[in-house]
């Protein structure tokens, strides 16, 4: 499976009405390019953060479903954010990890995912929902059969694929439908 | 090992600090309702207020740039957040103040106990200690180092003008603030 096909998935498989939080690189360019929406939110620099950051949220909002797309080496670089995740039981955040093996963004520099075994991590800090997989079918499925979190699916990739998506810029725009959308989507809960 | 003792944390022995009750009282009339960040000695009846209080969200971190992402998340959901950490955090977490906060302009009540002031016995922090307000001026953020002010009008202005200019703003202690 490939980037490309790993966030299309994702990106089609989750409910419209998820709020997605993805990490720095190109994960959120390509997100951005190809899934550009209101119910987004692109970390753009602090590497490492988009899990933390939607386990803010998903405390902040417990009516609404927060999908976390972050990388192996992104989660790697503040890896405690799972022990917290863990300790705070959100049943609305599902946390998928894009694991390349690698510094995908950078120049393809190995991470330390193929030792780390992430899954098993994730279950060890008290994750309810885990699941590896590598192909397309496997992600949809895993992404369907997630029912109460918080939720983790390592999905395994190749390296490589397009790396000249345009950069999200508008941060107070994004920043302001993002609030609109949580706002008018979570109305009533 | 369960030994079957109950083990009460964070109990200050009862010892309490009017000032920093006054505070707490503030931070919720100004709208606060979640908090994150990494203990300090200097701010621990602030912490102990937030764990004693059901109408603020308190979630602990293990590393100040957690608490940052935490409190970034909860501000998109609605919430208003203090992050607290000691001085030394700050650097560890200022990347992601300028890379995430900063850009996105979102507004948190960062509580920052400043070690490696006048008297301080630690030399860890006698490096960091001269440099926190140059650190915060070279972001050109806002901040201000709590001297006996009175705390109303120091907390209510702090916050009017974190939502005016909706940036991080940053309150100092030094050692011994809280008596």
Known sequence: MKRQEAIEVIMATINPQDAVVSTAGLISREIFENFDSERNIYVPGSMGLASSMGLGLAIACPSKRVVVVDGDASLLMNLGSIVTIGNKQPKNLLHIVVDNGAYGSCNEEKSMSDTAHLNILALGVGYQYVRIVSSQKDLRRAVIEFEQGPGFILAKIELGGRRDFCRPLELTTTKIRFMLFLKQSTKGN | ?179
């Not at chain 2, 109990?11 to 009339?29: P, V, Y």
């Not at chain 2, 300028?98 to 106990?113: H, K």
């Not at chain 2, 630690?122 to 180092?145: K, M, N, W, Y």
Request: contains cysteine; negative net charge; aromatic residues 10%.
């Open chain 2, 1 to 179: 090992m369960d030994t079957g003792d109950k083990i009460t944390f964070n109990t200050l022995a009862g010892e309490r600090s009017g000032k920093a009750d006054h505070m707490h009282q503030l931070f919720i009339e100004f709208g606060v309702n979640f908090a994150s960040g990494v203990p300090c000695g200097v701010l621990r009846h602030i912490i102990k207020n937030f764990d004693d209080d059901a109408t603020v969200l308190h979630v602990p971190a293990n590393r100040e740039s957690e608490a940052v992402g935490l409190a970034a998340g909860a501000y998109l959901g609605g919430k208003t957040s203090i992050v607290y950490m000691q001085n030394s955090g700050l650097f560890a977490a200022s990347n992601d103040i300028a890379s995430l906060l900063v850009p996105y302009g979102i507004p948190i009540f960062f509580v920052v106990s400043h070690r490696g002031c006048e008297g301080e016995d630690a030399i860890q922090h006698l490096t960091t200690g001269r440099a926190t307000e140059a650190l915060i001026q070279s972001f050109d953020l806002p901040f201000t180092v709590f001297e006996e002010q009175n705390l109303e009008t120091l907390i209510g202005s702090m916050f009017e003008e974190m939502h005016k200019v909706t940036l991080p703003t940053f309150l100092l202690l030094k050692r011994g603030w809280h008596k």
